[in-house]
């Protein structure tokens, strides 16, 4: 008989529940639990609602190798499927398919009576404790337990072990860009070098600049703190530039990628050729040109 899963929110009810998942020191092992069953791999079948849809080709290789080592200790949690004697996996799909992959005939389960609502609780809590998660995954899976299941903060904090503050700096992320969220996604800004970018008023050029200069998290939250200069009013600036200056000007700018400004002084005697560079790249690049040998 599958046993009803209590309804409480994400206090006790939950964090009861998710004990199942999660293996404990001294517990019973999987053959000695009353609670669990062995189940053919093929009677099992994913969650179509599962919240995670992509599972890294390494970590499945990783798992398979540990399965076929050890087998699988940590029971699946399932509810049962339309089909009679199949199984709907709630949390263990990458278990799944390890086992698939490492050709085990049987998993234990442990057998829920779940509605839709619970089902897709657990799978975004399950997804929200992976030790590989990103922290914008993280965030988003915070903030579905807020928006859809009217959890708090601390709620979640107390359920999930998290620190408040924790769950509050990650949501904090969901504030920026989607394009500065992808680079995080993509790994190619932290979590650190983000939340600096919070209060920026164009986090989207900051981040780029953080990301080719190769700053630091310190660097990054001097950077957003740092005043924006706005640039003078050319009405200002006048310039008694001739057109010869001017066209000289332009053609030194386009052969070498940079703001060139030339100014002569009013004697005619000398003046000055101004290069203005926006990355440490194109600093090299003037260096480079500049020590050239002739």
């Not at 949690?77 to 199949?86: D, F, G, L, S, T």
């Not at 057998?111 to 619970?118: H, M, P, Q, R, S």
């Not at 997804?127 to 903060?153: C, K, S, W």
């Not at 700053?215 to 600036?237: D, G």
Request: net charge neutral.
């Amino acid at each position: 008989m599958a046993r009803k899963a209590e309804r409480k929110g994400l206090g006790r009810g939950l964090s009861a529940l998710l004990a199942d998942v999660e293996p404990v020191a001294g517990a019973q092992p999987v053959s000695e639990r009353r609670d669990v069953q062995r189940v053919p791999v093929e009677r099992l079948q994913p969650n179509p609602d599962q919240p995670r849809r992509q599972f890294l080709e390494s970590d499945l290789e990783d798992l398979t190798r540990s399965v076929k080592e050890k087998g699988v200790f940590q029971p699946l949690i399932v509810r049962k499927a339309e089909k009679a004697e199949h199984y709907q996996i709630v949390a263990g799909e990458r278990r799944w398919r390890a086992a698939q992959r490492a050709k085990l005939h049987e998993l234990p389960v442990i057998v829920l009576d779940l509605d839709d609502t619970e089902v897709l609780e657990l799978a975004i809590i399950e997804n929200i404790q992976r030790a590989d998660l990103n922290a914008v995954e993280e965030a988003r899976g915070y903030r579905q337990l807020m928006d859809r299941f009217g959890h708090t903060q601390e709620k979640l904090a107390e359920a999930l072990g998290k620190s408040r503050s924790h769950i509050a700096n990650l949501l904090r992320l969901l504030n920026l860009p989607d394009e500065v969220l992808d680079l995080v996604l993509q790994g190619k800004l932290s979590a650190g070098h983000a939340r600096a970018l919070v209060p920026a008023a164009d986090p989207m050029a900051l981040a780029e600049k953080i990301i080719t200069e190769r700053m630091s998290v310190r660097q990054a939250e001097a950077l957003a703190k740092a005043p924006v200069v706005a640039p003078e009013p050319r009405a200002a600036r006048p310039s008694g530039k001739d057109a010869d200056t001017k066209m000289l000007e332009a053609d030194l700018s386009a052969a070498m990628g940079l703001r060139v400004a030339i100014d002569h002084r009013p004697d005619g005697t000398g003046g000055s050729v101004k290069l203005t560079y926006t990355s440490l790249d194109q600093l090299d690049e003037i260096c480079r040109i500049l020590s050239k040998s002739h």
